[in-house]
């Protein structure tokens, strides 16, 4: 799953970079992404011309905090691989997080964005957009607030040690800006994904199950378990 998800993924960029000369990536966390990370560090990409975006973090959490989605990604992919072009992470302890959301907003409106790796929450959150989402804003970058099963996911995975210690708020991608990547490579492992799974590829599109709005993308490829499919049709 994760070694085919990022297969695709470095095919994709490299095409990116083969007409235009340049790629751009949204990476996504958790534990969804594991083994896809694992396997894109070590593809045959030329990092030099890969621009990523960061998709989402938690509001008022250090990066020294294990939870700390800057962590996860320095050390899961940044450090990993050779010369990348440039890294925009989302600062979470941003003085001001609405500036910080529009900082990110310019930065990204100015380039197109060829592949997108996301996963699925098991709320059917895309990003840190809960239920019910945001389907119509266009800012590129919100802040919202956390919402009871999000936070249980976060700490049922082990980041935090009480529910109480899970942040509220987070500054996310918002659902448009998710579906303006021309690709979309969503990787969801696990049984505790398979009822979100099987709203998002057989239920109607809807902001209560946020993820069901990739059924409306024309390029997204679904990467799975068997567990995680175990409720399809």
């Given at each position: ?17 083969a007409e235009r000369g340049e790629a751009t990536l949204i990476l996504a966390t958790g534990m969804s992404q594991f083994e896809m990370l694992s396997h894109l560090v070590k593809a ?190």
């Amino acid at each position: 799953m994760g070694a085919a998800a990022a297969a695709r993924t470095a095919e994709l960029l490299n095409a990116a970079i083969a007409e235009r000369g340049e790629a751009t990536l949204i990476l996504a966390t958790g534990m969804s992404q594991f083994e896809m990370l694992s396997h894109l560090v070590k593809a045959v990409v030329d990092w030099s011309k890969v621009t990523v975006f960061h998709l989402d973090e938690y509001l008022g959490v250090p990066e020294s905090h294990p939870a700390s989605f800057r962590k996860y990604l320095k050390e899961r992919f940044v450090q990993q691989v050779s010369g990348l072009r440039v890294f925009y992470f989302v600062d979470g302890e941003a003085a001001d997080p609405e500036a910080e959301c529009r900082r990110l907003g310019e930065l990204i409106a100015a380039r197109p964005v060829d592949v997108a790796c996301i996963g699925i929450g098991e709320n059917g959150h895309l990003a840190f957009n809960d239920p019910p989402a945001d389907f119509e804003t266009e800012a590129a970058y919100i802040v919202v607030t956390l919402d009871e099963a999000c936070r249980r996911q976060q700490l049922g995975e082990g980041w935090f040690p009480t529910l109480e210690a899970v942040p509220a708020q987070a500054i996310s991608m918002g659902i448009r800006q998710i579906m303006k990547s021309k690709a979309i490579i969503c990787t969801v492992p696990d049984a505790r994904k398979a009822q979100a799974v099987k709203g998002a590829v057989e239920g109607p599109v809807t902001n209560l199950l946020p993820s069901s709005i990739l059924q409306e993308h024309p390029q997204c490829d679904m990467y799975m378990d068997e567990p995680a499919a175990a409720l399809l049709s």
